[in-house]
């Protein structure tokens, strides 16, 4: 036979004052000792994971923004790098064409000069040699002349016929 | 790989268990037929269970052929009016022996109880002393908080140590299940702003029933097996906590719920009013019979599967009744789970209606 304790379904006041006693220490111990420290622990542990996943994620995206201006950084830059050469292309294409522009026009310039020089030079010439012929003809002529007025003795009769010829009552 | 290794050793001791008790039950009713002369009177498993699952003041262990049964005798602690504190192990009281003026009921209304015995040897009915005895089931919650506290105690310790790096160890196998309590029972229920105030009593209670539940499964040694969960004192006291928490963090429309229902009409107040309060009452009652009826009941069952070998007195049927055993113990393994996930789960309801902002 054993001790019974009182019946099933009536709570014996003995059990409730020990259960009470029992689960209410329980309880008061391991909401101070356990549960405070390992929810907190949890959590902490919970917080560290989300914000080592947010910082992750941002660290991810900012590289992605990192990435995409980098190559939109490379992309000006061979934009810029185009258009530099261009320009010295054109720079070039354009000094070319003035230089050459520029020549031709010295060129033209030059030949021009030589030619109107050329043509001082032949004016001058032909002016010289038209005095020299001039000159040489006189000469010549003087000499033809001044030959036959000796031996006819016509000079004296010329320069008579000359002095004949100017009035002297008109000065 | 350890847990594996503890879960099984579980098992294993509740099956030898469950067979020593059965062995050790076997010879007890026996002799008790021999001694009476009654071989042929049938075995009466309906005494059987219930004093195993019932309370009492010793711890038996078995009983030898001879019919002297091997307790451990628990003491007992009285307050009477007229005698003040009492304190005696119960084995003074033991085959109906008067002691101090005390006697322990074994027929009649008060089975079970201690009463006062006056001069003549006639029951007091009038002065029934306050029996504050450390009974078999306050043997068991007592070892389940200690178990409690160690565990957890050093669960908080291993916490200390590990900050907040993964977790190891006891942490990996208690750990989910106190993830699961906060967010599958208190966020859920309660919401994310108010739940914290009520992590500590809602883990409490799920581990204390927990440990109780699985520590009655375990028929053997003391202070396993004893029917704890499914005693009703104590879940009444389970169920008075939660009924003290949620109606001391009612707000105001929680008692508006109570005293002026929304969209109740004022002349239907009259009726509502007392169905709401009963409502408040119903609910951790509820609570109350649900743990000890499903506790006691599984504990029945497995009881009436042994009690079988002893009504058809027949060896054959073991092989069945352990077959039944074993199956039945599975599922009170599932069960002392789903009841400590119940039992919290309807207490973070009730305190969610309790607290919560609008309906």
Redesign the interface.
């Known amino acids: ?20 006693l ?2 209410g ?3 008061l ?3 101070k ?7 907190s ?2 959590k ?2 919970d917080e ?1 994971i989300k914000g080592s996943l947010e910082s992750a994620e941002k660290a991810r995206k900012d590289m992605l923004k990192l990435q995409s201006d980098n190559e939109a950084i490379l992309r000006k830059a061979r934009e810029e790098r185009e258009g530099i050469l261009k320009e010295a292309r054109d720079i070039r294409d354009k000094l070319i064409l003035e230089a050459k522009g520029k020549a031709t026009e010295e060129a033209e310039k030059l030949i021009e000069k030589a030619r109107i020089g050329i043509e001082g030079e032949k004016r001058k010439a032909l002016a010289e040699i038209r005095e020299q012929v001039t000159t040489l003809s006189v000469e010549i002529a003087s000499k033809i002349v001044g030959e036959k007025l000796r031996q006819t003795g016509e000079q004296d009769k010329l320069i008579d016929n000359y002095l004949k010829e100017i009035d002297f009552t008109k000065n | 790989m350890k847990t594996k290794d503890l879960i099984s050793l579980v098992f294993i001791l509740l099956l030898t268990g469950m067979t020593i008790s059965a062995l050790g039950s076997e010879p007890q009713e026996e002799t008790k037929n021999k001694e009476n002369g009654e071989s042929e009177e049938a075995f009466d498993a309906s005494t059987f269970i219930m004093e195993h699952i019932a309370d009492s003041h010793e711890w038996h262990l078995f009983t030898r052929k001879n019919g002297e049964s091997v307790a451990v005798y628990l003491p007992v602690i009285l307050y009477s009016k007229e005698k003040g504190l009492d304190v005696f192990s119960s084995k003074k009281l033991a085959h109906g022996h008067t002691f101090n003026g005390y006697k322990l009921e074994e027929e009649g209304e008060l089975k079970g109880t201690i009463v006062s015995v006056n001069a003549e040897g006639k029951i007091d009915e009038e002065n029934i002393p306050l029996d504050f005895s450390i009974t078999k089931a306050v043997v068991g919650l007592f070892s389940a908080a200690i178990i409690g506290l160690l565990l957890f105690l050093s669960l908080a310790r291993s916490y200390k140590k590990t900050g907040i790096s993964h977790p190891k160890g006891i942490q990996s196998f208690l750990e989910p299940v106190i993830l699961f309590v906060r967010d599958d029972i208190a966020i859920s229920n309660i919401g994310k702003d108010k739940y914290e105030k009520y992590m500590p009593y809602l883990l409490t209670v799920f581990f204390f029933i927990l440990i109780n539940n699985l520590m009655g499964l375990v028929p053997f040694p003391p202070p396993f097996g004893a029917n704890v969960t499914g005693n009703i004192a104590v879940t009444f006291v389970l169920a008075v906590f939660t009924f003290l928490i949620t109606q001391l963090s009612g707000n105001k429309n929680y008692w508006r719920h109570v005293f002026a229902t929304p969209g109740v009409p004022f002349w239907l107040l009259p009726v509502m009013i007392p169905v709401e309060i009963i409502g408040i009452f119903s609910k951790p009652f509820a609570l109350m019979i649900r743990l000890f009826a499903n506790i006691t009941a599984g504990h029945i069952i497995v009881l009436s599967l042994v009690c079988l070998i002893f009504i058809f007195k027949s060896l054959g049927v073991a092989p069945v009744s352990i077959l039944f055993v074993i199956f039945m113990d599975c599922l009170e393994l599932l069960v002392a789970f789903l009841q400590a996930y119940v039992f919290t789960l309807l207490s973070a309801l009730f305190i969610s209606l309790a607290v919560q902002d609008h309906h």
């Open positions: 036979m054993v001790l019974l304790a009182n019946s099933l379904t009536t709570p014996a006041i003995g059990t409730i004052f020990w259960t009470t029992i689960f220490l329980f309880f111990i391991l909401a000792f356990a549960w405070k420290p390992i929810l622990a949890v902490a542990r560290m």
